[in-house]
């Protein structure tokens, strides 16, 4: 039962930050960002149960460089306003 419900915030990590990616790539960020967070939330509660879980720990970390990008994007999109 543990397992399913790991498995579970996984996967709902997994689905928060594929969302996120599309949101990010129709440049839809404040959404992007919410769904990312929400994506964060999800793996730390599975982290939180079994720090041990190497899929979530992944998982986690590609969520991570994704949420790096979008901050990067967004800093680039509002120099370009700027200029």
């Given amino acids: 039962m543990v397992y399913i419900k790991h ?3 996984n996967n ?3 689905v928060l ?3 996120g990616r599309l949101q990010k790539r129709l440049s839809k ?3 992007a960002r919410k ?9 730390d ?4 149960q079994d720090s ?4 979530a720990l992944s998982n986690k ?16 999109n509002q120099g370009q306003l700027k200029k």
């Fill in 7 to 9: 498995n579970f915030l």
């Fill in 12 to 14: 709902k990590g997994i």
């Fill in 17 to 19: 930050k594929d969302l």
């Fill in 29 to 31: 960020y404040p959404e």
């Fill in 35 to 43: 769904n990312y967070d929400k994506s964060l939330e999800a793996y």
């Fill in 45 to 48: 509660n599975a982290l939180g």
């Fill in 52 to 55: 041990d879980l190497i899929d």
């Fill in 61 to 76: 970390g590609d969520l991570l460089r994704h949420i790096g990008d979008l901050l990067r994007e967004i800093a680039q």
